[in-house]
């Protein structure tokens, strides 16, 4: 009997269940169509758009924090890596190698603290500010139901008011044959049950009327009380996570500092040590170099150092050879330009008057232990042609073909007015249309063979960073 009773109350609350599901689904179409108002409440609209806008920026940021904090630990990996790779290349006769071994050993719990205190101060502290939606976006829902609940009690009772005339001018005639038929003190007793039953389903009407309503108030003043509540504390909310985040970064990068500063203490007392055994960099692009659009080449991928196409080198001082011989030349920068040569066959005209000049100034300052110096006739040639064959070289090149260089290592083109470049390509430099479009360290050319390929300068040219090639011409 037990069970069966525990089943009929169970269907029973099902029922019940489906009906107000029913009811409300009506309510809502009524209102819809236009049959039927809708209460409504301006304020507390306002309120649950504050609310839903709250809930979207508190889920963004607890999304970018724990990217944030992603980020961190993948740092964290990588400065380790570093570190033990650091501890590996450091030999063991190094001075400073227990330095060192510190020196990493505290990068890494400065790393993990940093990770564990974003957490602790930051994430916890999202994850328990946004866990108080879901329970009141619940009631926010339950609420809007209550209130179709209520509208439809509100509707089906001012019918009921609305029908009451009418019930009452159908009690005062008898509208059957079972009425007509009764005999009159029956009649009396027909339209008294009548009465009665209308009054009861008025009565009923009036009581879930009332207790639709009062279900529904309760909730939307706690609700009315907690959402403005709720929205106002965001602020707080924000500049505690943000503060704690800032002050965090600010003491991380305090301490990482100062490992950073005794880590190059100790390389500089290594390289003081071993200053004798200085690496040679054969003029590598410095950071004061300024690149193409705001780009710098990226290195090769092998790792190997970027060379620049020559050595950059200056002498300041003669050759003892120069001093001893008076008629020997000044030797040429071996960064000069091929069409340097043509120069001095323009300057044989005047050898004799520059021979003469450095006469008349070897006479005038007759107290100079230093003897003249005069610069020297060198034949047109370009790597041991004559200019004749020269020229006939650079008929077949582009307009304006400056030199020759050759890329010795991949260059992988970001835009599409750079070459792509493969070590061993031969580009043609030519120069620029617009000179002030040149950056420093970045050259126009075309490669050598689109060029014998397609003669079509305007489709093949383009800029490539000079440090990946090397001069051959």
């Not at 409504?40 to 979207?56: A, H, I, P, R």
């Not at 009921?160 to 044959?177: F, G, R």
């Not at 047109?380 to 020759?404: C, H, I, Q, W």
Request: proline share 6%; with cysteine.
């Amino acid at each position: 009997m037990a069970e069966l009773g525990s089943k009929g109350v169970t269907a029973g609350k099902i029922a019940s269940n489906v009906q107000k599901k029913l009811t409300r689904a009506q309510e809502k179409v009524l209102q819809k169509l236009g049959k039927a108002d809708e209460t409504k409440d301006e304020q507390f609209e306002q309120c649950v758009q504050n609310f839903n806008k709250q809930l979207s920026e508190g889920t963004r940021l607890q999304k970018d924090l724990r990217t944030y904090l992603a980020s961190v630990k993948a740092m964290h990996e990588a400065s380790k890596k570093l570190t033990e790779c650091l501890q590996e290349v450091y030999e063991p006769d190094w001075p400073g190698r227990d330095d060192t071994n510190k020196i990493a050993e505290n990068n890494d719990l400065l790393w993990t603290d940093f990770h564990q205190k974003l957490v602790d101060q930051a994430l916890l502290t999202m994850d328990t500010y946004l866990g108080q939606f879901p329970d009141i976006k619940s009631r926010i829902a339950k609420r809007g139901r209550k209130l179709v609940d209520y509208d439809s009690a509100r509707h089906h009772f001012e019918a009921l008011q609305t029908a009451k005339k009418k019930d009452e001018t159908k009690i005062a005639k008898p509208v059957s044959l079972l009425e007509k038929a009764a005999p009159q003190w029956c009649q009396g007793k027909l339209q008294a049950h009548l009465v009665a039953q209308t009054n009861l389903l008025r009565n009923q009407a009036e009581e879930e009327l009332v207790k639709a309503q009062k279900v529904f108030e309760e909730m939307n003043v706690d609700l009315q009380e907690e959402l403005p509540s709720l929205w106002n504390s965001r602020v707080g909310f924000y500049v505690n996570t943000f503060q704690s985040i800032a002050g965090l970064e600010e003491n991380f990068h305090k301490e990482m500092s100062k490992l950073n500063q005794n880590l190059h203490d100790v390389l500089l007392g290594l390289d003081k040590q071993y200053s004798g055994n200085a690496f040679p960099v054969k003029a590598q692009p410095s950071d004061s170099t300024p690149a193409k659009a705001n780009k710098s080449p990226s290195p090769p991928p092998d790792g190997s150092p970027i060379t620049s196409p020559e050595t950059k080198t200056v002498n300041h001082e003669l050759e003892p050879s120069t001093l001893e011989a008076p008629g020997a030349s000044i030797p040429k920068s071996p960064s000069q330009p091929a069409e340097a040569a043509r120069a001095g066959a323009e300057a044989a005209g005047s050898e004799a008057a520059a021979g003469a000049e450095a006469s008349k100034t070897e006479a005038d300052s007759g107290s100079t232990s230093l003897p003249a110096v005069v610069v020297e006739t060198f034949p047109a040639t370009v790597n041991g042609a004559v200019e004749a064959g020269a020229s006939s070289e650079r008929a077949d090149m582009p307009p304006g073909f400056l030199f020759k260089v050759q890329a010795m290592h991949d260059y992988t083109a970001t835009d599409s007015d750079e070459l792509q470049l493969k070590a061993g390509d031969v580009v043609l430099v030519i120069p620029f249309e617009n000179p002030e479009e040149q950056d420093e360290g970045w050259l126009m050319g075309v490669k050598e063979s689109d060029w014998i390929q397609h003669k079509e300068l305007d489709q093949c040219r383009g800029v490539f960073p000079e440090n990946f090639t090397e001069r051959v011409q």
